[in-house]
Structure formats: structure tokens, C-alpha cells
Nanobody
Framework: VQLQASGGGLVQAGSSLRLSCAPS????????MGWFRQAPGKEREFVAG????????VYADSVKGRFTISGGNARNTVYLQMSMLKPEDTAVYYC????????????WGQGTQVTVSS
């Protein structure tokens, strides 16, 4: 099962975008999903995550109050609503899933480019 991210694009600062991530083909069991991003010349960083027990969400400090992560009813899709975008949010955004309980993210999707112009 592969994850497919979509929804990226080129927007102006202050705009909003909604990223989506869904499995290609059949659904799969997972214990949580999340979003990461990687800007040019930088390491990949965690953005937001959601666990289905609770459910619980967690955010990087840099996006708190601006980004919202949510999941689909089937618990194998995840969304990232991004508001008040800043140029520093420019990056390739990746979705990921935890397919083993208590483990780290081990299933990754291809990235979707988000570019925020000033």
C-alpha cells in the first residue's frame, strides 16, 4: 500500500491550502498518521500527527494555531488544513503512517510541493 499526498501548490503569504493523503488501492490498518516537510537544504521535520485512540493530535511549534490535522472516517486518510501560510512554510510535504503499534512512522507517501510567495 502506498500513500498518495495531494493538494500542494503555489500561494501567496496569508493564504490557505488543504493537503490530503490517502492510500492507493486498498485500505490499511495504522495507528496514526502524520505530516512532515522538507525545505531545500534542510532536513525533514515533523509538522503534525494524529493518533486514532483519543483521537490525539500533536503539532510542531512552528505551525501551532495555523495548521490543523484531521483524519477521515476510515482512519487511513489524513488531511492538513494550512492557514496563514508563510514563506517559511515552503517545502515538500510528506504524509506518513505508523503501521505497527508503538513504532515510529514506517509508511511514507510521495511529497507534494507547497510554495508560499511573499
Amino acid at each position: 500500500v502506498q500513500l498518495q499526498a495531494s493538494g500542494g501548490g503555489l500561494v501567496q503569504a496569508g493564504s490557505s491550502l488543504r493537503l490530503s493523503c490517502a492510500p492507493s488501492g486498498r485500505s490499511f490498518v495504522n495507528y496514526g498518521m502524520g505530516w512532515f516537510r522538507q525545505a531545500p537544504g534542510k532536513e525533514r521535520e515533523f509538522v503534525a500527527g494524529i493518533t486514532w485512540s483519543g483521537p490525539g493530535t500533536v503539532y510542531a511549534d512552528s505551525v501551532k494555531g495555523r495548521f490543523t490535522i484531521s483524519g477521515g472516517n476510515a482512519r487511513n486518510t489524513v488531511y492538513l488544513q494550512m492557514s496563514m501560510l508563510k514563506p517559511e512554510d515552503t517545502a515538500v510535504y510528506y504524509c506518513a503512517a505508523k503501521t505497527r503499534f508503538g513504532a515510529s512512522y514506517d509508511r511514507w507517501g510521495q511529497g507534494t510541493q507547497v510554495t508560499v510567495s511573499s
